[in-house]
């Protein structure tokens, strides 16, 4: 198996790395913007005909949805052209892709988890693109995998978990919306979840969740961030979505139905909770 991860230098690419080079070391070529954009057609056509990889884990993603709203050409460049790119001649090559596309592809008005066979409606520029980009991939390639996940956070990059860290050691009080609900996702446990998707003895093609166990509001999740952390003398207030508008609009309720990954890998997924003191740990031991 010899394996190209995409987009290394973001969240899930440096949890990759993380996990493949302790559980199978040297079997993966990391590679982000500067090595290969992958909105580069001819690049990306020359970098995968003079290789022999087996397997591309596309990382590479434009992952700024409020910017989105307006930046739509540059998130379409890399959210569906650039799958668009990898897709056409890996398919010819024959090297499998594992994908990975977003909550955001649904408008979030379900009252039960959605399964990978619901019909999506994005409701955001950025959902719209990771659809197309889903679309584009399944039909240029089926024998592809698509991991759909979720309010994906780590001690790397951008993301909520280190806001909420960074503005309570720094604020009294926090306003977080109470009234969008979803799955928080270890990216640490989705790299687990991708090893376990590259290394089953059948591989099955096609859309699957994966998350962390558990549901939860924002507000909820910052609460626990907070407490986790044990930040002291920083109030958590509920609002709703209405009183913190943003660019995007984003769905109400997202919480995904992981039911076939369970069951096709026999694999025991972590809560939310549990998982998200793990990756406080590493943060308040210096990781970044
Ligand atoms: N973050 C979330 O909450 C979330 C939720 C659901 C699903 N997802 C999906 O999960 C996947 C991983 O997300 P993430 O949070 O790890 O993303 P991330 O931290 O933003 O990382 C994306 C990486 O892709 C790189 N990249 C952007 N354009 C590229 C191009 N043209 N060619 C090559 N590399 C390029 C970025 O480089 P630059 O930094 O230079 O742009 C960055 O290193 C994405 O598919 C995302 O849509 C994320």
């Not at 540059?74 to 024959?94: F, H, K, W």
């Not at 996940?149 to 001690?155: A, I, Q, R």
């Not at 995007?248 to 990954?261: E, G, H, I, M």
């Amino acid at each position: 198996m010899k394996i190209l991860v995409t987009g290394a230098n973001g969240q899930l690419g440096r949890e990759l790395r993380n996990v493949l080079e302790a559980r199978m070391p040297g079997s993966a070529v990391y590679v982000d913007r500067d090595e290969l954009d992958i909105t580069d057609r001819a690049a990306t056509e020359a970098f995968l005909r003079g290789s022999d990889f087996t397997h591309i884990i596309n990382c590479a993603a434009y992952t700024a949805v409020d910017k989105a709203e307006e930046e739509y050409n540059a998130c379409a460049a890399v959210n569906i052209d650039g799958v668009t790119n990898l897709a056409r001649v890996a398919d010819e090559l024959g090297i499998r892709i594992i994908h990975v596309s977003t909550d955001y592809v649904f408008d979030g008005h379900a009252y039960r988890p959605y399964t990978e066979s619901d019909k999506v409606n994005p409701t955001s520029q950025y959902g719209a693109t990771k659809r197309k980009g889903e679309t584009s991939l399944l039909g240029l390639a089926p024998d592809s995998v698509i991991v759909r996940t979720s309010w994906l956070y780590s001690p790397y990059g951008h993301n909520f978990v280190k806001t909420i860290l960074d503005k309570a050691s720094t604020s009294k009080r926090l306003n977080v919306v109470y009234d969008q609900i979803g799955s928080p996702t270890n990216a640490r446990d989705l790299a687990e979840a991708i090893y376990t998707i590259l290394t089953a003895r059948q591989w099955k093609p096609g859309i699957i969740n994966f998350s962390n166990e558990g549901v939860c509001s924002w507000y909820d999740f910052a609460t626990a961030i907070v407490r986790l952390a044990g930040i002291k003398g920083c109030e958590i207030m509920p609002i709703p979505t209405a009183d913190y508008p943003t660019p995007a609009k984003r769905p109400y309720y997202s919480v995904l139905d992981k039911n076939r990954f369970r069951v096709t890998y026999s694999y025991k997924i972590p809560h939310w909770e549990e998982s998200l003191a793990r990756c406080i740990s590493r943060i308040q031991s210096g990781e970044k």
